[in-house]
């Protein structure tokens, strides 16, 4: 999977950290979670596999901390602006 830039972005998380990727996203300051929503593209060899094994493997690096709720959808607006997609 590949970080990819998005229309609704705001913000890019670790821009100047070079040990780091770059993460383009959008920040919802208006909400009290303070959500971070960001944008990854497959390639065609893991859309593919997806579409026959139906799993997606996530990690976090949580450096020792609590983990944080987190929210994975394929619209955009499920988790900007709240809506439901068709």
């Given at each position: 999977?590949?970080?990819?830039?998005?229309?609704?972005?705001?913000?890019?998380?670790?821009?100047?950290?070079?040990?780091?990727?770059?993460?383009?996203?959008?920040?919802?300051?208006?909400?009290?979670?303070r959500p971070?929503?960001?944008?990854w593209s497959?390639?065609?060899?893991?859309?593919?596999?997806?579409?026959?094994?139906?799993?997606?493997?996530?990690?976090?690096?949580?450096f020792g901390?609590?983990?944080?709720?987190?929210?994975?959808?394929?619209?955009?607006?499920?988790?900007?602006?709240?809506?439901?997609?068709?």
């Amino acid at each position: 999977m590949k970080i990819k830039e998005f229309k609704q972005q705001t913000d890019v998380i670790a821009k100047n950290q070079p040990q780091y990727e770059p993460l383009p996203c959008h920040i919802d300051r208006e909400d009290d979670w303070r959500p971070v929503t960001s944008c990854w593209s497959l390639s065609f060899k893991e859309r593919i596999k997806l579409l026959f094994v139906g799993r997606v493997y996530f990690q976090l690096c949580t450096f020792g901390g609590k983990v944080q709720p987190q929210k994975a959808s394929t619209c955009i607006d499920d988790l900007i602006r709240k809506n439901k997609c068709q």
